[in-house]
Protein backbone atom coordinates (compact mmCIF):
# COMPACT_ATOMS: atom_id res chain seq x y z
CA UNK A 1 0.00 0.00 0.00
CA UNK A 2 1.32 3.37 -1.15
CA UNK A 3 -0.94 5.16 1.98
CA UNK A 4 2.88 6.21 3.42
CA UNK A 5 3.66 8.29 0.70
CA UNK A 6 1.96 12.35 0.15
CA UNK A 7 2.14 13.92 -3.05
CA UNK A 8 2.29 17.84 -2.93
CA UNK A 9 0.50 19.64 -6.63
CA UNK A 10 -0.83 23.10 -7.29
CA UNK A 11 -4.07 22.96 -8.88
CA UNK A 12 -4.68 25.86 -11.27
CA UNK A 13 -5.00 28.61 -9.02
CA UNK A 14 -1.72 27.84 -7.70
CA UNK A 15 -2.64 26.92 -4.31
CA UNK A 16 -0.63 23.85 -3.21
CA UNK A 17 -2.82 20.56 -1.55
CA UNK A 18 -1.30 17.30 -0.28
CA UNK A 19 -2.38 14.24 -1.88
CA UNK A 20 -2.35 10.86 -0.28
CA UNK A 21 -2.06 7.61 -2.49
CA UNK A 22 -3.20 4.65 -2.23
CA UNK A 23 -4.44 1.81 -4.20
CA UNK A 24 -8.20 1.78 -4.67
CA UNK A 25 -8.60 -2.12 -5.68
CA UNK A 26 -6.56 -4.73 -6.96
CA UNK A 27 -6.10 -4.89 -10.70
CA UNK A 28 -9.40 -6.54 -12.92
CA UNK A 29 -8.99 -8.60 -16.57
CA UNK A 30 -12.46 -7.13 -17.46
CA UNK A 31 -14.10 -3.77 -16.32
CA UNK A 32 -17.50 -5.35 -17.72
CA UNK A 33 -19.99 -5.62 -15.19
CA UNK A 34 -17.70 -3.60 -12.13
CA UNK A 35 -18.47 -0.79 -10.07
CA UNK A 36 -16.24 2.51 -11.56
CA UNK A 37 -16.27 6.14 -10.22
CA UNK A 38 -15.33 8.94 -13.03
CA UNK A 39 -14.61 11.90 -10.83
CA UNK A 40 -13.62 15.09 -12.52
CA UNK A 41 -13.41 18.79 -11.85
CA UNK A 42 -13.20 21.74 -13.87
CA UNK A 43 -14.58 22.93 -17.31
CA UNK A 44 -17.12 20.10 -18.50
CA UNK A 45 -15.89 20.85 -21.86
CA UNK A 46 -13.96 17.58 -22.82
CA UNK A 47 -15.20 15.32 -19.66
CA UNK A 48 -19.55 15.11 -21.16
CA UNK A 49 -18.34 13.95 -24.69
CA UNK A 50 -15.37 11.25 -22.74
CA UNK A 51 -18.73 10.29 -20.07
CA UNK A 52 -20.18 9.44 -23.44
CA UNK A 53 -17.80 7.86 -24.61
CA UNK A 54 -16.84 5.80 -22.60
CA UNK A 55 -20.54 4.81 -21.61
CA UNK A 56 -21.22 3.78 -25.12
CA UNK A 57 -17.95 1.95 -25.31
CA UNK A 58 -18.31 -0.01 -21.97
CA UNK A 59 -22.49 -0.50 -21.58
CA UNK A 60 -21.59 -3.01 -18.81
CA UNK A 61 -19.85 -1.26 -16.88
CA UNK A 62 -21.73 0.31 -13.90
CA UNK A 63 -20.37 4.07 -14.09
CA UNK A 64 -20.86 6.22 -10.75
CA UNK A 65 -20.25 10.07 -11.60
CA UNK A 66 -18.78 12.77 -9.46
CA UNK A 67 -18.44 16.41 -10.54
CA UNK A 68 -17.23 19.47 -9.36
CA UNK A 69 -17.31 22.70 -12.13
CA UNK A 70 -14.30 24.26 -9.22
CA UNK A 71 -10.63 23.79 -8.95
CA UNK A 72 -10.89 20.99 -6.33
CA UNK A 73 -12.16 16.84 -7.14
CA UNK A 74 -15.04 15.86 -5.34
CA UNK A 75 -13.50 13.44 -2.65
CA UNK A 76 -14.96 9.70 -2.50
CA UNK A 77 -16.10 8.42 0.66
CA UNK A 78 -15.30 5.67 2.69
CA UNK A 79 -17.66 3.62 1.06
CA UNK A 80 -16.79 4.41 -2.02
CA UNK A 81 -13.22 3.57 -2.01
CA UNK A 82 -14.29 0.29 -0.13
CA UNK A 83 -16.90 -0.54 -3.20
CA UNK A 84 -15.30 0.49 -6.21
CA UNK A 85 -13.75 -1.47 -8.52
CA UNK A 86 -11.83 1.26 -10.63
CA UNK A 87 -11.58 5.16 -10.46
CA UNK A 88 -11.10 7.30 -13.96
CA UNK A 89 -10.07 10.78 -11.74
CA UNK A 90 -8.90 13.74 -14.22
CA UNK A 91 -8.86 17.84 -14.16
CA UNK A 92 -10.13 19.98 -17.41
CA UNK A 93 -9.18 23.26 -17.91
Known amino acids: ?3 DRV ?8 IQFPVNTLP ?3 QIRTINGKE ?6 GEPDISIPLEKKLRG ?3 GVKWKMK ?10 SD ?4 TADGLVQGVAW
Open 1 to 3: MAS
Open 7 to 14: YKYRNQVN
Open 24 to 26: LAP
Open 36 to 41: IHFSIC
Open 57 to 59: DYP
Open 67 to 76: RNYGANQVPL
Open 79 to 82: EEIE
